[in-house]
């Protein structure tokens, strides 16, 4: 039986909300069907109050054992690094102790969404609360735990990034470390099953894309790329390959993607929306094309672009059907 401890830091919850969307099968018996022990969760579990105190205190003294520690939300370590910011209730000392102190007795270290991984929208601005991620404070390695911190099984924090995650990359996760398998881990410690994705991988507007038959508003068609700040051929992701809900996806709900599972995707200094571009040409191209071949083919592409897509591009519906040649 593989134990799990889940503990809720700075942030949101959206996490756990998403989590509880897993579906065939859901959360209870996926656990069980892994061997999982959900020891507690603030949120899920009955026991609060001293039941939860104890709990956490046997633990740390090493009288429970603890196989996955999965932290949701970020470290707030203000003020002026006492963590006091953020309290365990009844308990005297912050979550921020608690988390330094129990990640050391944890085979392994899963930083459950962005803010854990990174710092995300808690460390957005000015970040008054001085938040980290576990491992990462942004882009730059170290956060709470030092950039060569490992987990008792051999692995640094697991960055399972995404705001809010994915359920099936948290599952997939916690399922491969059950069962003891080899979990590779991408550049910023993101597992590479989803990692090694780009959220464009079925997108449902690719064929707007491979025209540049472009969006100029929400709501329309078209690619949203060249102007409403999509970065889906940048961002790490199989979210269009793996549907949320098994149905839906930012870029399929007409939403730019706003590349959620990179650090610092909270503060893209221009609006979510606005594609920054110089001299009318977009900043942000794709992650695996030089610029100088993505502006040829982007010309040569507008100037194919099938009237069906110009049209629809610009348009909340289909209004040109394809048109169907009959056979001879």
């Known amino acids: 039986m593989t134990t799990m401890l889940w503990l809720q830091t700075s942030g949101c919850g959206g996490c756990t909300m998403s989590l509880l969307c897993a579906e ?7 656990l069980a069907d892994a061997g999982i022990r959900l020891l507690w969760h603030p949120a899920l579990s009955v026991e609060t109050g001293a ?3 104890s709990l956490l205190e046997r633990i740390e003294r090493g009288e429970t054992h603890l196989d996955i520690l999965c932290v949701e939300g970020a470290i707030a370590r203000g003020p002026k690094g006492t963590g006091r910011y953020q309290m365990l209730s009844g308990t005297g000392r912050s979550l921020m102790d608690w988390v330094a102190s129990l990640a050391p007795l944890a085979t392994h270290v899963v930083a459950v969404g962005s803010c854990a991984a990174f710092g995300g929208v808690t460390a957005a601005g000015g970040n008054p609360s001085d938040a980290v991620g576990l491992q990462y404070d ?3 390695p170290g956060g709470l735990l030092p950039a060569g911190w490992r987990a008792k099984g051999g692995l640094p924090v697991i960055n399972v990034a995404g705001c809010p995650t994915h359920p099936g990359w948290v599952t997939e996760t916690l399922m491969m470390l059950a069962a003891g398998e080899v979990l590779p881990l991408d550049g910023y410690q993101r597992p590479r099953f989803y990692a090694d994705h780009l959220v464009h991988h079925g997108c449902p507007k690719n064929e707007f894309y491979e025209y540049k038959a472009s969006a ?4 329309q068609m078209g690619c949203m790329m060249e102007n409403l700040g999509c970065i889906g051929t940048q961002a790490v992701g199989d979210c269009n390959t793996r549907p949320w809900n098994g149905e839906g996806s930012c870029t399929k709900g007409g939403y730019p993607c706003i590349n959620c599972t990179a650090p610092e995707f909270e503060d893209p200094r221009h609006a979510f929306t606005e594609t920054p571009k110089i001299a009318g040409i977009p900043v942000g191209l794709p992650t695996d094309m030089p610029k100088a071949w993505f502006m040829a083919l982007a010309s040569l592409s507008k100037a194919a672009t099938p009237d069906r897509l110009g ?6 519906h289909i209004v040109v059907p394809p048109t169907l040649r009959k056979p001879k």
């Open 24 to 30: 065939n099968p859901g959360l209870p018996d996926l």
């Open 51 to 53: 039941e939860a105190r």
């Open 138 to 140: 942004g882009t730059h």
């Open 216 to 219: 100029r508003e929400l709501s």
């Open 311 to 316: 049209r629809n591009a610009v348009a909340d």
